[in-house]
T-cell receptor, first 112, second 113 residues
Framework: GESVGLHLPTLSVQEGDNSIINCAYS??????FIWYKQESGKGPQFIID?????DKRQGQRVTVLLNKTVKHLSLQIAATQPGDSAVYFC???????????FGAGTRLFVKA | EADIYQTPRYLVIGTGKKITLECSQT?????MYWYQQDPGMELHLIHY???????EKGDLSSESTVSRIRTEHFPLTLESARPSHTSQYLC????????????FGPGTRLTVT
């Protein structure tokens, strides 16, 4: 069946370092892969997405990499800040579909 | 900042009570969703709507019902709350052109005693 999963449940990084959060997916037919950030007590917030025909997409301090060969997705955060502390979810979606499948989250701790 | 609101934010209620969780958005989005989430865990879709008078059940079996009489409003109702319904409920909406880019409300944390 379809599944989106994360390799590590928690990640601890030093402030200023780069963070890499990884995700594995199983459905090759997905058209979009998405990263969401969820801070404590809040709903998830869209960070960045990448279409299945792309390998890399950059945003402000974030980069998403897609490796379709091994069905792997990663989120890189440059110069990690305390405000980046949150749970990060990867998700996948089919074009025109209502269903976005969320994986289990990775909690990012940023040490000052 | 997304304009999607949920009330109440927290609710503690006894078994057997009927409750309605409110969700409203001011972005004019046609698609709206309800998810259930246990702390730190993935989100599970329980209901969605393509537009007014259009509602469907999601993947997770749920004893709740929804309605969509107005574009901006998507309430979720539990006819008889049970302890197994204790969870966080998240409402979201999206544009038709970008269904994968969802805007979430702050959630309602429900505890059924």
């Amino acid at each position: 069946g379809e599944s989106v999963g994360l390799h590590l449940p928690t990640l601890s990084v030093q402030e200023g370092d780069n963070s890499i959060i990884n995700c594995a997916y199983s459905n090759s037919a997905s058209d979009y892969f998405i990263w969401y950030k969820q801070e404590s007590g809040k709903g998830p917030q869209f960070i960045i997405d990448i279409r299945s025909n792309m390998d890399k997409r950059q945003g402000q301090r974030v980069t998403v990499l897609l490796n379709k060969t091994v069905k792997h997705l990663s989120l890189q955060i440059a110069a990690t800040q305390p405000g980046d502390s949150a749970v990060y979810f990867c998700a996948e979606n089919h074009t025109g579909g209502f269903k976005t499948i969320f994986g289990a989250g990775t909690r990012l701790f940023v040490k000052a | 900042e997304a304009d999607i609101y949920q009330t109440p934010r927290y609710l503690v209620i006894g078994t057997g009570k009927k409750i309605t969780l409110e969700c409203s958005q001011t972005m004019g989005h046609d698609k709206m969703y309800w998810y259930q989430q246990d702390p730190g865990m993935e989100l599970h879709l329980i209901h969605y709507s393509y537009g007014v008078n259009s509602t469907e059940k999601g993947d997770l079996s749920s004893e709740s019902t929804v309605s969509r009489i107005r574009t901006e409003h998507f309430p979720l109702t539990l006819e008889s709350a049970r302890p197994s319904h204790t969870s966080q409920y998240l409402c979201a909406s999206s544009r038709d052109s970008s269904p994968h880019e969802q805007y979430f409300g702050p959630g309602t944390r429900l505890t059924v005693t």
